[in-house]
């Protein structure tokens, strides 16, 4: 049966923070291609209904530390933390693959970078189920730790501004509409990338309750990702709406 291998999750670990500055080296000059940023013309058939796409991209991420948090025997029992912060993680992906592409009214999605998204999805699954499941240790009172607390609270801070926010982008369409608008009202308010704050606050929050070098890399991961992709959006934002509010930021409120 599989045990901790603390060389692999280093591995993966570092891996993942390549792929980070992989991504922030591609994307900070241009966008990654899939909604308001792809290329009208190109490849007009490689793509599938946003639904199909946002489910099968995101399963891997539910189902891979789902299976491991079942399968693993003995059943670990001990400590509590681990048990708990891996269904958070777990939490979070059932939101995102079995409630969010169900109401989405997202544009089709590329094939090809979802292929990607799903590889990646595999890869972090397993790496942050495999670390709390079969490595992580904890001391039985992780639960009353400062670390655990506030970090738990920043994760379901940052959850809840994120659904929040795809809520308000959503409401902007009618079902079959694919234009866009300006967003408003929420933390949209202040910033063009609502969801991504949230989102970001969210990873950066479950990185500090369980303390480690994986979580910390997929904040990380996170961040190089969807920051620059705010960034974007408000530029696009900017440069289709004459009327878009002067005050308002990419990312950080009132800062950048
Ligand atoms: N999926 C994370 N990298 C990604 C998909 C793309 O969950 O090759 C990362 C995720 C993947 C990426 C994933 C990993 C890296 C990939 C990348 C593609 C290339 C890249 C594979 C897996 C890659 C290397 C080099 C390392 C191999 O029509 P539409 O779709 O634009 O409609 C939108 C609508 N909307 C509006 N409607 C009306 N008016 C407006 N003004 C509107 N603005 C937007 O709202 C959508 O239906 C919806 C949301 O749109 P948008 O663009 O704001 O968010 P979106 O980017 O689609 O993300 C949706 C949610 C959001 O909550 C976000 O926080 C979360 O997913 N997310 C997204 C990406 C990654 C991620 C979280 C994470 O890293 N944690």
């Known amino acids: 049966s599989m045990q901790c291998l603390p060389g692999l ?25 899939y909604g308001k940023h792809e290329e009208r013309l190109c490849r007009p058939r490689g793509r599938l209904p946003a639904r199909c796409a946002w489910f099968l991209q995101e399963l891997p991420s539910f189902l891979v530390p789902a299976l491991l948090l079942a ?14 912060l891996c269904c958070l993680f777990c939490w979070h992906y059932f939101y995102r693959t079995f409630i969010y592409p169900f109401f ?4 089709p999605f590329p094939l090809q970078l979802l ?20 490595c992580a240790e904890y001391p039985n009172d992780w639960c009353t730790d400062i670390r655990f607390t506030s970090g738990l609270l920043l994760f379901l801070l940052g ?3 994120n659904i929040h926010s795809d809520l308000l982008l959503r409401q902007l369409r009618k079902p079959g509409e694919v234009t866009y608008k300006i967003p408003q009202g929420g933390l949209f308010t202040y910033i063009s990338g609502a969801n991504y704050f949230g989102e970001i606050v969210e990873w950066f929050g479950f990185a500090i309750a369980t303390w480690s ?21 408000h530029r696009y934002y900017l440069k289709t709406f ?8 990419a990312l950080i409120p009132f800062v950048f």
């Not at 989405?104 to 544009?107: D, E, S, W």
């Not at 004459?242 to 930021?249: I, M």
Request: with cysteine; net charge positive; aromatic share 16%.
């Open 9 to 33: 999750v280093l591995a993966l670990s570092s891996l993942l923070g390549a792929l980070a500055l992989l991504q922030l080296s591609l994307y900070l000059r241009v966008p990654s291609r």
């Open 71 to 84: 399968l693993r025997s003995p059943p670990r029992l001990e400590p509590l933390g681990c048990r708990l």
């Open 104 to 107: 989405t009214r997202g544009r």
């Open 115 to 134: 292929f990607f998204g799903m590889l990646f999805c595999i890869y972090n699954g397993f790496l942050q189920g495999y670390y709390l499941i079969y």
């Open 159 to 161: 959850m809840g501004i």
């Open 213 to 233: 070098l994986p979580a910390f890399a997929f904040a990380f991961f996170t961040l190089c990702c969807i920051g620059p992709r705010a960034y974007h959006h």
């Open 242 to 249: 004459t009327d878009y509010p002067k005050s308002r930021k």
